[in-house]
């Protein structure tokens, strides 16, 4: 049986380039080395960014730009530069990628915040941008997030985002010389208003006091 809402279901695009402006981060396709001096400093001397990353830690900024020359720039996966309005410093990426337009799925991946940006209202509008850019501007279906089993911090940020999780791909890859089983989350179009609304709650300026410490979490915007 045809599904009724698919009926005229056609490719969805590649992202484009323009930037994602919110009201505490800026969001900016990694298209030259403009970023690079600045992610590599938020990145110094923090090696544990790198312990489920495939790559990483580096032995110097040399190092750093050589790597983020080869892969940063790329079309899939396509890195972003989030960059906090407070600072104007790019402090982390994030990239799109595994773009499957036939089917309109995208996986969002390669995160690496610098501890300055992370558990901060830039990040989290970040990835709120991010997401809305996948389902609101693209038309996607389907949105990703996958992680070594052992990363417990990516598993609750990514019960946090609204991701729901759908299981555990067993002996999945080789990561610097360790086996990585791939725990898989998603999030669908059809979930996505409500995680978008939670955001917006979450986000919202009454949801932080005059110390700009929450007071509800984003789980709970979520709830309503």
């Given amino acids: 049986m045809t599904d009724a809402s698919l009926a005229t279901w056609t490719p969805r695009p590649l992202p484009g380039d323009a930037p994602l402006v919110g009201r505490h981060v800026r969001v900016e396709t990694l298209v030259d080395d403009r970023h690079f001096a600045n992610l590599e400093a938020g990145f110094r001397g923090h090696d544990q960014l790198w312990d489920y990353l495939a790559y990483g830690p580096f032995d110097g900024a040399e190092s750093f730009h050589r790597y983020a020359e080869a892969t940063y720039l790329g079309s899939d996966p396509k890195f972003h530069a989030i960059i906090p309005t407070d600072t104007g410093k790019a402090a982390g990426v994030a990239a799109l990628m595994r773009l499957d337009l036939a089917n309109g799925v995208a996986e969002i991946g ?58 555990l791909f067993r002996q999945h890859m080789v990561v610097k010389g360790r086996n990585r089983d791939t725990a898989w989350f998603s999030i669908t179009d059809k979930e996505w208003p409500g995680v978008k609304a939670g955001f917006e709650r979450w986000l919202a300026d009454e949801n932080f006091n005059g110390e700009g410490h929450q007071i509800r979490s984003l789980e709970a915007c979520r709830e309503g």
């Fill in 110 to 167: 390669h995160i690496c915040l610098s501890p300055g940006l992370q558990k901060t209202r830039a990040s989290t509008e970040a990835f709120a941008l991010l997401y809305g850019r996948v389902f609101d501007e693209l038309g996607y279906r389907r949105l990703e997030w996958k992680c070594n089993s052992g990363n417990a911090p990516s598993r609750r940020a990514a019960a946090r985002y609204g991701f729901s999780y759908e299981g």
